[in-house]
């Protein structure tokens, strides 16, 4: 066998990157499925976001490149299935008329053994896999990931490039909850918009009085999403029949369409087909049209925002800067500026840090407020903060 030279492998690891962009180039929303950690229901998640995608009638491939688990083979009954090779791909397996599915475990020596991976190993199995695999014209791909934050997601969400969005999938327990906030970070690190988060396994639903049990607790993931300034996209209960159908390889949300779960799944999907519409951009609250305030020091926003004498008012229509005026506030005194930006249509207040009074009085004068943003130009901040990529810290001034 020849051995490349460091050029030639150079050359040839561009060109594969090129294979798979000109791959995914073919599909129109390229959707991660990520979670912070193994178990939480992710592939679960995947597997009937993609059905309810095909549902809704849209073309749809479903990707399943978690090396360690692929579960896909078995949630879709699929187990028996090989996939065909054709001249320089291989073929997705057909689940629907309009969906079909490949997964590592296709690929894989035996279900029940594990699979001992090296770092560059993974790396080259995820990218054949990207490269390899012939979707020709798809509405959506969904890529269910491998968990956590480490090189694997980060492989799969830099070789994709351009996905549109990660989907962050948790359950509600403070552990499941911790880790989220790291696939949050990781999503913003990678300018990786995040669609939202679904909170799995939250309350389970009595199959003989429809009563609701809290079992876990359930809210943690809704409320650290709000906290986080990212969409939440609805709770999936524990179902007895989510288990079944997935032990049975039956879609949960084609098997089930009526229950309370398919529901939530119905529901989740719509910031995803909102992704069809051209240049409606929202925000969390479903605004198209926002007006933002950022505290100024030297032309990037002021840690201090009660003491600052110049204020950035920019506006935005579907997620793009529209305009801005640089306004000076009235004389320092308690509680006149959430009134005074309130009088100038402002919607949000971009601040670094913020003490607890002056941000309630912000909210009883309907603008909301996100504190620990960095010191960035209110252009980098504005368009940040609408790509769901503003990274936020601690709140650096609590007085
Ligand atoms: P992950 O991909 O995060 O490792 P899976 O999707 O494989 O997790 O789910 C792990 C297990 O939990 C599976 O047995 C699945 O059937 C079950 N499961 C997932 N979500 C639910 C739910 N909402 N209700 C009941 N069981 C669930």
């Known amino acids: 066998m020849t051995q490349c030279s460091a050029e030639q492998k150079d050359f040839k690891a561009d060109d594969e990157r090129l294979c798979v962009r000109h791959r995914m180039s073919r599909i129109k929303h390229k959707i991660l499925v ?12 995947a597997v009937n976001l993609a059905v309810s995608l095909a549902l809704a009638g849209r073309k749809v491939g479903l990707l399943d490149v978690d090396i360690h688990g692929p579960s896909v083979p078995k949630i879709l009954n699929l187990e028996d299935k090989k996939p065909v090779s054709l001249a320089e791909a291989i ?18 020596p035996d279900p029940d053994s594990p699979v ?73 690190q990678l300018n990786l918009p995040i669609l939202g988060v679904i909170e799995n396994m939250s309350g389970f639903v009595c199959p003989k009085c429809g009563e609701r049990v809290d079992i876990f607790k359930s809210g943690g993931g809704e ?29 949960y949300v084609k098997a089930y369409k009526d229950s309370k779960a398919a529901g939530c799944f119905a529901e ?26 950022i505290p100024l020091h030297d032309g990037k926003l002021c840690l201090h925002f009660g003491h600052c004498d110049l204020f950035a008012v920019i506006d935005t229509e579907n997620g793009t800067i529209t305009g801005r005026t640089d ?45 620990g943003a960095p010191v960035d130009t209110p252009e980098n901040l504005v368009t940040a903060y609408h790509n769901q990529t503003l990274q936020t810290g601690a709140n650096t001034c609590d007085h």
């Open 34 to 45: 990520l979670s912070g950690k193994g178990g939480v229901g992710k592939s679960t998640v």
């Open 91 to 108: 073929e997705p397996i057909a689940v629907m008329d309009n969906l079909s599915a490949m997964s590592v475990g296709f690929f894989l």
């Open 116 to 188: 001992i991976w090296r770092g560059p190993m993974k790396y080259q199995m995820i990218k054949q896999f990207l490269k390899d695999v012939e979707w020709s014209d798809l509405d959506y791909l969904i890529v269910d990931a491998p968990p956590g934050t480490g090189d694997e997601p980060l492989s799969v969400a830099q070789l994709i490039g351009d996905a549109d969005g990660a989907v962050i999938v948790t359950t509600p327990q403070q552990v499941a909850v911790t880790d989220v906030r790291k696939c949050i970070s990781f999503c913003r």
């Open 223 to 251: 409320n650290m999403a709000l906290e986080m300034n990212v969409a939440f996209l609805g709770r999936i209960p524990i179902d007895p029949q989510i288990v079944d159908a997935c032990d049975s390889g039956h879609p």
């Open 268 to 293: 989740a999907i719509r910031p995803i087909l909102e992704l069809e519409k051209p240049n409606t951009k929202t925000d969390l609250k479903g605004r198209a049209t926002m007006r933002f305030a």
């Open 327 to 371: 306004m000076t506030p009235p004389p320092h005194e308690p509680g006149v500026l959430p009134k005074w930006l309130h009088e100038q249509g402002v919607n949000v207040i971009l601040a670094g840090g913020m003490g607890q009074r002056a941000q309630q009085l912000f909210v009883q004068n309907a603008i909301d407020v996100v504190v």
